[in-house]
């Protein structure tokens, strides 16, 4: 049974939960554009294989697919990077201010100690 994601956010780090698709994207940022037997090369994986990982990230919207006569060239697409990237800025934040609060409150808590012995 196929796993849906209706939430971008979910697509894409769906996507990038794959080592092999991580690499993909870094070889297509690096070089710009990549066609599908290209990357079949580098990656010395089949053709039905390469089509499945560039279709899980054309549907999370991380590539994008431009067709010149039979050769499919993918390109990079960094919006839905930049939103993972904010998500995981904003969750960031919030827990390492959580942790500053909490070394704070332990800190607080040795002091009060100390003045007690």
Same mark, same amino acid.
């Given at each position: 049974?196929?796993?849906?994601?209706?939430?971008? #956010?979910?697509?894409?780090?769906?996507?990038?939960?794959?080592?092999?698709?991580?690499?993909? #994207?870094?070889? +297509?940022?690096?070089?710009?554009?990549?066609?599908?037997?290209? #990357?079949?090369?580098?990656?010395?994986?089949?053709?039905?294989? +390469?089509?499945?990982?560039?279709?899980?990230?054309?549907?999370?919207?991380? +590539?994008?697919?431009?067709?010149?006569?039979?050769?499919?060239?993918?390109? #990079?697409?960094?919006?839905?990077?930049?939103?993972?990237?904010?998500?995981?800025?904003?969750?960031?934040?919030?827990?390492?201010?959580?942790?500053?609060?909490? &070394?704070?409150?332990?800190? &607080?808590?040795?002091?009060? &100690?100390?003045?007690?012995?």
């Amino acid at each position: 049974m196929a796993i849906h994601y209706t939430e971008a #956010l979910d697509r894409t780090f769906h996507a990038l939960g794959d080592g092999s698709r991580r690499r993909m #994207l870094a070889t +297509i940022s690096r070089k710009g554009a990549c066609s599908a037997g290209e #990357l079949g090369v580098l990656f010395e994986s089949s053709q039905p294989t +390469i089509s499945k990982h560039l279709r899980v990230l054309e549907q999370a919207q991380l +590539i994008t697919r431009h067709v010149e006569g039979r050769r499919h060239m993918f390109r #990079l697409q960094p919006t839905q990077l930049r939103q993972a990237r904010a998500w995981l800025e904003r969750h960031l934040a919030f827990w390492e201010g959580s942790l500053d609060q909490l &070394e704070g409150l332990l800190e &607080e808590l040795k002091q009060a &100690e100390g003045k007690r012995e």
